[in-house]
């Protein structure tokens, strides 16, 4: 294990590309716009974001009525995400539940230990909690990747899964791995579900709706 002092999960750093950059300041306009009123927050990745698009209509089915705000950004690992919640994207914000679903970039693009991956979630999370103490906080497993269940990439998902459940108390912070629900019987991914063994479909963000929804509820009680 790299020593999560030094491991780039755990170090705040922005991107440098054009759209990140853009999307940034975009939703920091957002989030004012809301006058800072929000009771539903997603923070995460490509995952996240597609509820923009992909998942658009199941958002709007689900979400809309809940004053929510999706923080989630294409690509980013645990890093990206930290240094966003360390300048301005939460700031003044007090959510009744957060969302929170990141990692897998850290697994599939940089290819690095699920101890570190996991250093990382848990500093994620911790910046949520010193920044919204007042919010629960739903932390979501690391989807399946990879077509079987013994692949690599999947074998590397569940160890980082494992570890990071570890950080549920139910007091305050609460795990749920849903991973089950796109996969078949035997574990395998079907391209129908993730094309790329990765994203989902449109009907996809209807089921992980679905599989969230009793939970979200009762948290945002």
Request: aromatic content about 8%; glycine content about 4%.
């Given at each position: 294990m790299t020593d999560s002092k030094k491991a780039l999960s755990v170090t705040p750093v922005a991107r440098t590309e054009p759209w990140w ?67 301005g994207e939460i700031d003044n914000l007090a959510p009744k539940l957060t969302v929170i679903l990141i990692g897998t970039n850290n697994a ?114």
């Amino acid at each position: 294990m790299t020593d999560s002092k030094k491991a780039l999960s755990v170090t705040p750093v922005a991107r440098t590309e054009p759209w990140w950059q853009e999307r940034h300041l975009q939703k920091l306009d957002e989030k004012k716009a809301f006058n800072d009123d929000v009771d539903l927050l997603f923070l995460g990745d490509s995952i996240t974001h597609s509820w923009e698009d992909t998942g658009a209509a199941t958002w709007n089915k689900y979400y809309a009525h809940l004053k929510p705000l999706n923080l989630g950004f294409s690509g980013d690992c645990t890093e990206h995400l930290l240094w966003r919640l360390q300048n301005g994207e939460i700031d003044n914000l007090a959510p009744k539940l957060t969302v929170i679903l990141i990692g897998t970039n850290n697994a599939g693009h940089r290819v690095e230990s699920p101890e570190d991956t996991a250093a990382g979630v848990k500093a994620v999370l911790d910046e949520v909690r010193s920044r919204l103490p007042n919010s629960k906080i739903l932390l979501l497993a690391t989807f399946p990747r990879s077509k079987g269940k013994n692949a690599p990439m999947r074998k590397r998902v569940n160890a980082i899964n494992d570890l990071v459940q570890r950080f549920a108390d139910n007091e305050n912070v609460f795990w749920l791995n849903i991973g089950q629900v796109f996969l078949t019987e035997d574990g395998t991914v079907l391209d129908t579900v993730m094309p790329d063994f990765l994203h989902l479909t449109s009907e996809q963000y209807q089921v992980w709706a679905e599989a969230m929804q009793s939970t979200i509820t009762r948290l945002m009680r």
